[in-house]
Structure formats: C-alpha cells, structure tokens
C-alpha cells in the first residue's frame, strides 16, 4: 500500500522490526513533526475504530473547534464474540457483527484506561499509549525522556520546544518545576481556560457519551502476539527488565492464557444493539489544510497486532489526568 500513499503525499514510515513502544514514540515524534500548529491530528491504531456520534470526523472537529474544545477523548470499547472465544478474522460479516459484545477487557484484567484521545490540534502532543494530551508544564519532562523511562530526547521535535511562548503554563503540585524550558514560569491557574489559538494554548477537553473508540484486539492469535511481547519487554535478566511495563502483559496472559478466552461477565460486557454503529457518508471537507500522516509496521512475527502500553499516569488539579 505504500504507493497509494505516496500518490496521495501521505508521510509515512515503513518499520520492519521486533515491535517496542518506545521505537513506536520516536517514529511518532518524528512524522508528527510535519504537522501544523493550526492542524487537527485524528489518531487511531490500526485496531481501532473511531465513532464521532453519527457525524463524519470533519463535521464534528469542525463543532469542535468553534466550541472551543481542542482535545477530544472517548470511552475505549474492546470488541469481543458473542462467547468471548478468540476466533479467526473472517471476510464477512462485517467486524461489528462478528465482534457484538462491548466490554472493558484492558481496564478490568490489564487494569488499564478505558479511555483513549481520539483527536487533537497540531500543537498538541500524547503520551506513549495515547491516552492523554500532555500539558505543557510536563512535556519537557516527559518527552524529554526523563519522566519516560529515561527514554530518548524528542522535545525538539515537538511544538512545545518550537513554539515555548504560545502555551498557557498551567502547574500542578505534583510537577518537577526543574523540568520547565528555560524562561518558563508557571500561569495562573484562574487564567488562559480556553483555547486561545496563538496564545495561551491550554487543554480543553471534549468526552461525551456520542464519541468512543472501539478497539478490534480479541482474536485468534492475539495470545501469541502478548506471548511475543511479554518476552520482549521483559527481557533476559529478571532483575532488570527491559521495559518495566511488561507486568501489562504478563497480566493479560494470566487473565486470557489459561483458558483462551475471555469471561464475558467479569470484563463486563454488553451486546451492541443492532444497527447501532451504522453510519452515511459524509463528504464535506474543513477549509484548514489537514497533513495526513501514516505509519506502517511490519512486525518479526505476523500475529503481532496489539497497540501500546498503558502508560502511567499522575491525576493533575486542573486538567483530569494530564
């Protein structure tokens, strides 16, 4: 598919190699780095199906962006069969039909989020697994790397290195003031509480009920693809773990692994009513040029399907888990 995306002018990478989140970030940094301040991003994996409340996804950033609203987060959904077995693709019926249960599978055995950020502007940036906008008075620490795992230094490669002056710095208490870029001080917290567009950019959170995420993980060989990561991140030495997260998938195993399939009450399922995820076309199109992004990966082994990691979190004052 990579020469319909070059017909199109479409940015990608081609990654052929062992899967790792923190690869995964730095090739993100890099072709987000393409995108202007004034875009929107639409990020979804390549699991994962985003529903906007009816409206194609240019109308409702549109109603979006003139609410004042720059960030859009949704329930994240795991699709699962009606049994909750693991079973093989099939070309039809469609991947709702084959998938009817809405459950809560990474929250209630990963203890993940059950949230993802869908949609948010050129200036901002996410964390490894996608599930939060990064205020600005924490972003140097994260995407520094420090408050990452010690992970590589990508905050050149973002807006808030670029564009320091045009953010609303709000600080919580539990922020390390030391990692603010230089000259930065800490903003009222009574102040800068809408998108200010140029100035004072500031996150501004839409989560209703009309958007979600629903996320295509259980299936045949999903148990393989947790396998091959779990043996990844936590390396050889069991002292020193290659990546700490890795306890995200040894708890996937134990919940999923000894009977291979997952307990339809205890990842508290629903059915989808039918018809419910039906949609029309929709073909207007924003006036704002949009930058189309791609990122292909082609794993060592061909069950690997999964996303990231959650990543770990600290609950902020002002912004709900930013």
């Not at 520094?144 to 600080?171: I, M, N, V, W």
């Amino acid at each position: 598919c990579t020469h319909i995306l070059d017909e199109k002018g479409i940015a990608y990478v081609l990654w052929l190699s062992q899967y790792s989140s923190e690869v995964m970030y730095k090739y993100r940094m890099e072709l987000q780095s393409k995108v202007d301040v004034d875009d929107w991003i639409i990020h979804a994996d390549c699991d994962e199906f985003h529903y906007y409340g009816g409206k194609s996804a240019v109308d409702f950033l549109e109603d979006m962006e003139r609410k004042g609203f720059n960030e859009v987060r949704g329930q994240y959904v795991d699709r699962v069969s009606g049994d909750g077995a693991l079973t093989a693709l099939a070309e039809h019926p469609n991947l709702f039909a084959q998938y009817p249960l809405q459950c809560a599978v990474i929250k209630t055995v990963a203890g993940g989020r059950d949230f993802k950020t869908m949609a948010y502007r050129g200036y901002w940036r996410t964390d490894r697994g996608n599930h939060q906008v990064i205020r600005p008075a924490r972003a140097l620490g994260y995407i520094g790397g420090k408050a990452r795992d010690d992970g590589e230094d990508l905050f050149h490669l973002t807006p808030y290195d670029t564009h320091q002056a045009s953010y609303h710095y709000q600080c919580a208490a539990h922020d390390d003031l030391s990692l603010l870029p230089p000259a930065v001080k800490c903003a009222d917290k009574d102040k800068g509480a809408k998108d200010k567009g140029a100035k004072g950019w500031t996150p501004t959170r839409y989560q209703g009920a009309d958007v979600a995420v629903h996320h295509f993980k259980w299936h045949h060989g999903v148990l393989a693809s947790i396998k091959d990561r779990l043996a990844f991140y936590k390396g050889d030495d069991p002292a020193h773990p290659r990546y700490a997260w890795y306890t995200d998938s040894e708890k996937l195993m134990s919940g999923l692994g000894a009977t291979g399939k997952i307990n339809i009450k205890k990842t508290e399922c629903v059915r989808s009513k039918p018809g419910a995820m039906v949609r029309g076309r929709n073909r207007s199109r924003m006036r704002r040029r949009r930058t189309l992004l791609s990122m292909l990966w082609w794993p060592s082994s061909a069950s690997e399907l999964s996303r990231g990691e959650q990543e770990e979190e600290v609950e902020g004052e002002e912004v709900e888990g930013a």
